[in-house]
């Protein structure tokens, strides 16, 4: 490989919260959602030269990002987009926020599938909107949507529809036929739909493709916000720049009204590293993903050979590993494993108290010594 994914870097006592939540203690941390690699070389030197300008005023989206932006979705997802669509903000889970509060009056509902990323199911509330939580149903090893469900549980209120895709935490790929069946449910109820793909650009098997949901049909794309950044992919949560697009101009407008007064300039590091990781991150990126291929399969294979009792779920994408731990009967399984030394998110705040989330996005070594101390934990229930 070109970039070293082997060599862990040590973020204690950086502020990083992934790493700060255990301070105090020999606990190893796999639970927050950013990985423990260091940036792209070449996003790196984009950010020192930009440093060593020296000046930090208040910023503008300069041209030259957006056409990265503008490149980056055609070349990737085959998305032609308008820079008029596209509108900033320091993370998705800002713009998810103002989705709720942008569309639907006071106690309309908000639909979601569970279970999800945990933001999903407390931004409607944020909002004075009810949630509506529809489980995903188990289809042979896959989760797909239960659209008889979410049929019976539809309020005469709903207003809109929020889906993670790919999916966080269950790693689900959803196909073309599976988001062409969500984009006409919500066509026939009228619901606005909102996307969050962060993760799609961190496709793990080489036969499934993501789709935009903007590109399935011109009737849903007017009916949709779709949310993104380069964190993710690139490691650059702490930069807080990410972007939603919007093509119908009355949703668009309605967004922004929202956002008066909220939303006001992007950290000027975050267009920075933005540009340089879409226009220079390929090739870190493509090493990345066989990197994050090998870890899920060893973690596929310590854990059916050595703690059988957790069953893993398949991750089509993702660096996010969701594990069913109903069969060690704990009352409290992340406290459980903490006790062990190993750091997991607990399913309860993705809406699944039986499960929990393990991030495998660090070196190799890493998360060996994480599953030891799992593989410890279970064998003394």
Known sequence: MTYDFDTPTNRRKTGSLKWGKYSDGDVLPLWVADMDFKAAPEILEALESRLGHGVFGYTIPREEVEDSVINYMDRHHGYKIDRRWIFWSPGTVPALNLFCRAFGESDSSVMTATPVYPPFLTAPGHADKNLIQVDLTRNENRWTFDFEAMENALQPDTRSFILCNPHNPVGRVFSKTELEQLADFCLRHDLILCTDEIHSDLILESDLKHTTTNTISEEISQ????????????????????????????????????????????????????????????????ELIEYLKSNRDFLYQYMAQKIPEIKIHAMEATYLAWMDVSELGLKDPTRWFEGYGVGLSDGTFFGSGNHVRLNFGCSKSVLENGLDRIAQAVSKI
Request: proline share 5%; aromatic share 10%.
């Open 223 to 286: 009916r949709s916000v779709m949310l993104t950044s380069p964190s993710k992919t690139y490691n650059l949560p702490g930069l807080c720049c990410a972007f939603a697009i919007i093509e119908d101009p009355k949703l668009r407008m309605a967004f922004k009204k929202v956002a008066r007064g909220l939303i006001t300039e992007i950290n000027a590091f975050g267009y920075t590293g933005c540009q340089a990781a879409y226009d220079h991150g390929e090739a870190w990126r493509l």
